[in-house]
């Protein structure tokens, strides 16, 4: 690992303040994805600045029902805390669904929304990829790609965001609060990550020297019934080939609201709109889970090695409607 200076913040004005002094500077919390990544000589930050001191470890009810979480929480923080509990089951899920016990405890929401993807060819810096070194190729697009994206993807990068928390926080929709040099800022959560395109480099709307610092979900769904399917290559600490979040809202049978959403299979956290839409108003049935599966995957395009997972992806969303469907209260 390459040396680098080190320096902790006592406030998100000094954590800013910290990176513009230096360029190349990172921010870290729990580690989780840093570490690992400067190991293998991926991230070459110059200066690391710590933020764990920084007062965002809270979770409050807000006036208008929704939640707002600190992005320090931890993910096993947040998956018992009881309001997620109660009323956003599927982020407490899809938490549970990742990584291991060790890693929970120290990754954070804002860390996890941060994660970089798990393409091997981007954590070795001998291969071709683009997002590592611009211009450089992606040795995926011909190579060893039986985990890499089906949606969304470009000639340029194919590569799997790989949290699951992000999959559920897709599906109940939520707004990022940033801050950083020119102050606070909120984005929807579904605009946060972009798609690879030509600039797979570029992966998501934060700013140099800005920081998430909250994360706003919207207002719960009630009644709700909701389950996250995570299908891997083994049953614990592994990233997912395909999972599906979904969230069902039912009337005597009918389905008055749904949300689905997609991880391992696409460049981001992949929401279903025209699948939902598909939904709203039918039976919860076996025939309107299959359509909205079929609806959902319908762009989807298999690389030489990961035609699997359009199967396995299909069978991921008519489970998780399934369960939700049974889970309703
Ligand atoms: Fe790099 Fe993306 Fe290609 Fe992987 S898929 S090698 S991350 S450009």
């Known amino acids: 690992m390459r040396p680098f200076a080190f320096s902790r913040a006592d406030s998100i004005e000094s954590a800013v303040q910290h990176y513009q002094a230096e360029p190349h500077s990172t921010f870290v919390a729990g580690g989780t994805t840093l570490l690992d990544l400067a190991k293998l000589d991926v991230m070459r930050p110059s200066r690391v600045i710590d933020i764990n001191d920084l007062p965002l470890k809270e979770v409050e009810r807000l006036e208008d029902d929704r939640l707002r979480i600190g992005a320090l929480v931890t993910n096993a923080n947040l998956a018992r805390h009881p309001d997620v509990k109660q009323d956003y089951p599927l982020l407490a899920q899809a938490i549970m669904a990742g990584a291991s016990t060790q890693v929970r405890n120290m990754a954070t929401t804002g860390g996890n929304i941060m994660q970089r993807t798990r393409c091997p060819y981007f954590r070795d810096v001998a291969a071709a990829c683009n997002k590592r070194a611009p211009g450089s190729g992606c040795d995926a697009i011909d190579g060893i790609n039986r985990m890499h994206a089906v949606l969304g993807g470009s000639e340029s990068c194919v590569a799997v965001h790989p ?6 926080l897709a599906a109940i929709g939520a707004t990022l609060t940033l801050q950083g040099p020119d102050g606070e800022r909120e984005i929807d959560f579904a605009d ?8 797979p480099h570029r992966e998501h709307a934060l700013g140099e ?3 998430i610092v909250a994360v706003t979900l919207d207002p719960p769904l ?6 996250y399917t995570k299908l891997r290559d083994r049953a614990s600490y592994e990233f997912a080939l395909a999972s599906a979040g979904a969230m069902l809202s039912l009337d005597d049978g009918m389905i008055g609201e749904a949300r689905l959403a997609l991880g391992g299979v696409a460049t981001r956290p992949w929401r ?13 049935d076996e025939a ?3 359509e909205a599966a079929d609806t959902a ?6 690389l030489s090695h990961n035609a699997f997972k359009i199967t396995l992806a299909r069978q991921a969303i008519v489970r998780a409607l399934r369960d939700a ?3 309703h209260s």
């Open 163 to 168: 949290s699951d928390m992000c999959v559920a």
């Open 192 to 199: 946060f990550h972009y798609l690879p395109g030509t600039t």
């Open 209 to 211: 020297g800005e920081l």
């Open 222 to 227: 009630r009644p709700l019934g909701t389950a």
């Open 272 to 284: 279903c709109h025209e699948a939902e839409s598909l939904l709203v108003g039918r039976r919860a």
């Open 288 to 290: 309107a889970f299959k």
């Open 297 to 302: 995957l319908a762009e989807a395009k298999p």
């Open 325 to 327: 469907r049974e889970r």
